[in-house]
């Protein structure tokens, strides 16, 4: 969602909020805006569109100062609008928000009754409105966002800056992330470590409810019952290569080149060189859970359908999957013996989030598999495990993806060996293929122009869809996802028996399908179902091994031929051509791959 970043600093605020905007636009991109305040005077500039836009604004109408908030938008309330766009300003205070305030209009109508005229549809101007109220009470700004913060309700990230103050910033956090970031003379406030990243390495997280007084000599934290507390400072280490494109034409081209080696990294950061598995101390004996519930949303959410099949064929553990936002709302009965597990590349997503409270006392584990090691999810588990896949920028995940699939086969691996289910020598077997799944990565980047090509004659395509069986089921959901959140061509994904129970009468010679199907037990059925789509003349793509080709590619539109791979761990070797295939396909609509229309990385309301 919403990006924000705040500085008191030594030199100009715009160029530094800017250069901070430009790594956070990933959280949105429908408007963007800073605010500053210099010789006394607090001003502002705000742009709908993209970053570049206000970057093109500020050159025709600059804006100085050393003390300034910025934000970039993905809207909630009210259109993508200048209006609309942050930073908000009532009086004598400008306010930037990621989050949704709940009870805004309450609190709209509230102020209204008392003469307040509103300039934007915003739930945030409220927040401004009623700081701006509290000033005119005669409050002090600590005592006006004070006053203010315990009227909120909802999930906000807030920093406020003051019309005549040049070394103050007030910024709050409850269900939306903030980190405070510690320089030399100087401070910061920001969305996450990325935005600090290349202002310092040293950066304390609020927790829930907290608020803080920053200035240049440093930070007053105070907790949810507005008690003075001490939240420690920690070293952050984020590789700025890391966050460049690299000399890729897209964040999501550089992140799906770096899969194998950032899982074999994985592989090396939780494996020893004799194979052996290291969880920490903390991960729950599998042996004696009665049941594992997996929830996350999206691409994450597929990872643990892909991951549901690990576990009960390995290790013969029953496991519910669920998406967060449907999960919570349904109110499951969750046994004593159930180990919970959310899966999260951002480890903020509102919904997962929440499903995670909500499992809190309830399951005997809470676990957590997450890209960011410092996020609430993983703050808020007893145990997270960390993917690390390295930052992930475009808004379609792919390296998280493969990474989440690698934790949690080795997770299944462990369960399996917890339960009995396998020996040393069966251990060894599956770590052995998991172990040469980067190299197969590798093999199958080598297909990518032959994938490129197929892409052109997807790109005309209405409608798609991506067909799978067993574990290349999740993956058929996966890539139809991944092309239509960069492409907007309507796919779908089913699970190839499904077929012919309704979306068979779909097909025609217009509607391409892309059929997952690696030479295992399940591939007759799926040539079957794959036959019954060509005979009523559908366009196949059928993505198989070698063997597979040998034996089906008669009569397909085309037929990439992968590396041979185990059929068990194929998914996360598979998940490349996906990712390729909708990747080339954007490109040849012409889309804006790293940061596709209506969309943010980073989801962090409900
Ligand atoms: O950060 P999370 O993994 O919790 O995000 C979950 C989804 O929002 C995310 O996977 C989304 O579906 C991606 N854009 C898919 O590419």
């Known amino acids: ?32 805006g800073i605010a500053t305040v210099h010789e006394g005077r607090l001003d502002r500039r705000r742009a709908v569109g993209k970053l570049v836009n206000l970057q093109d604004l500020l050159v025709d109408s ?6 300034g908030i910025g934000h970039t938008r993905w809207a909630t309330h009210g259109a993508p609008t200048v209006s609309n766009a942050h930073p908000h300003a009532a009086g004598p205070v400008a306010v930037v928000h990621n989050g949704i305030i709940e009870n805004f209009r309450e609190l709209r109508a509230e102020l209204s009754a008392l003469g307040v005229n509103f300039e934007s549809e915003t739930d945030t101007e409220t927040v401004a409105q009623l700081v701006a109220h509290h000033l005119r009470q005669g409050k002090s700004p600590a005592e006006a966002a004070q006053a203010t913060f315990g009227r909120l309700e909802g999930a906000f990230a807030l920093a406020l800056l003051f019309d005549g103050e040049e070394d103050l910033l007030i910024a709050a956090r409850l269900g939306s992330p903030l980190a405070v970031g510690h320089g030399e003379g100087e401070m910061f406030v920001g969305s996450d470590a990325i935005a600090l990243a290349p202002l310092t390495d040293r950066v304390t997280y609020l927790d829930e409810g907290d608020w803080a007084v920053v200035t240049r000599a440093g930070v007053q934290v105070y907790d949810k019952t507005n008690a003075p507390v001490e939240r420690p400072v920690k070293r952050i280490a984020i590789d700025a290569a890391r966050i460049e494109k690299g000399g890729h034409r897209h964040f999501m081209a550089k992140e799906i080149a770096e899969q194998p080696t950032v899982l074999g990294e994985m592989l090396g950061h939780y494996l020893d060189a004799s194979g052996d598995i290291h969880f920490p101390d903390a991960l729950p004996d599998f042996g004696t859970v009665d049941r594992l519930v997996m929830v996350a949303c999206g691409t994450a959410f597929y990872a643990c359908q892909t991951a549901k099949y690990w576990f ?6 029953p496991v519910e999957i669920d ?19 959310f899966v999260s590349q951002s480890g903020e997503t509102a919904d997962t989030l929440a499903a995670l409270r909500h499992c809190k006392g309830r399951a005997s584990h809470i676990l957590s598999v997450v890209n960011v090691p410092e996020s609430s999810i993983a703050r808020e ?14 808004v379609a995940s792919t390296k998280a993806f493969t990474c989440q699939l690698g934790v949690l086969a080795l997770l299944a691996v462990r369960a399996a060996e917890a339960r009995g289910r396998l020996d040393a020598a069966g251990v060894a077997e599956k770590i052995g293929m998991l172990r040469s799944v980067p190299g197969l990565m590798n093999l199958t980047l080598g297909l990518e122009p032959e994938i490129e090509r197929l892409a052109g004659g997807l790109a005309e395509a209405r409608d798609i869809l991506f067909l799978g069986r067993g574990p290349m089921y999740p993956l058929a959901l996966e890539g ?36 997952f199907a690696p030479t295992d037990g399940l591939f007759d059925k799926t040539v079957s179902n794959m036959q019954e789509v ?10 198989t091994d070698k063997a597979g080709a040998a034996r089906a590619a008669e009569g ?45 990385k980073s989801v962090t309301v409900e």
């Not at 600059?62 to 003390?67: C, E, M, S, T």
């Not at 998406?323 to 597990?341: C, D, K, V």
């Not at 060509?534 to 993505?543: D, E, K, N, P």
């Open 62 to 67: 600059p804006l100085a100062g050393r003390a």
């Open 534 to 543: 060509m005979a009523r003349h559908g366009q196949v793509l059928l993505i």
């Open 480 to 515: 139809a996802l991944k092309l239509k959140e960069i492409s907007y061509i309507h796919a779908e994904g089913y699970a190839s028996g499904e077929l012919k129970h309704g979306p068979i009468a779909l097909i025609d010679q217009a509607v391409p399908v892309i059929v």
């Open 556 to 600: 397909t539109w085309e037929t990439l031929v992968m590396p041979t791979c185990d059929p068990l761990f194929a998914p996360i070797v598979y998940a490349l051509p996906a990712q390729l295939l909708a990747y080339y396909t954007a490109l040849a609509k012409g889309t804006d791959v790293d940061q596709p229309r209506n969309l943010a």
């Open 312 to 317: 009960e064929q390995l290790a013969g553990l």
């Open 1 to 32: 969602m919403c990006g924000i970043i705040g500085v008191l600093g030594e030199h100009q605020a715009a160029p530094l909020m800017v250069e901070a905007l430009k790594r956070l636009e990933y959280r949105g991109y429908d408007s963007a």
């Open 323 to 341: 998406i967060a936002s449907e999960f919570r709302y349904r109110q499951p009965p969750i046994g004593a013996n159930t180990a919970a597990l």
């Open 381 to 394: 588990s007893d145990l997270a495990l960390p993917i690390r896949a390295g930052v992930e920028v475009g």
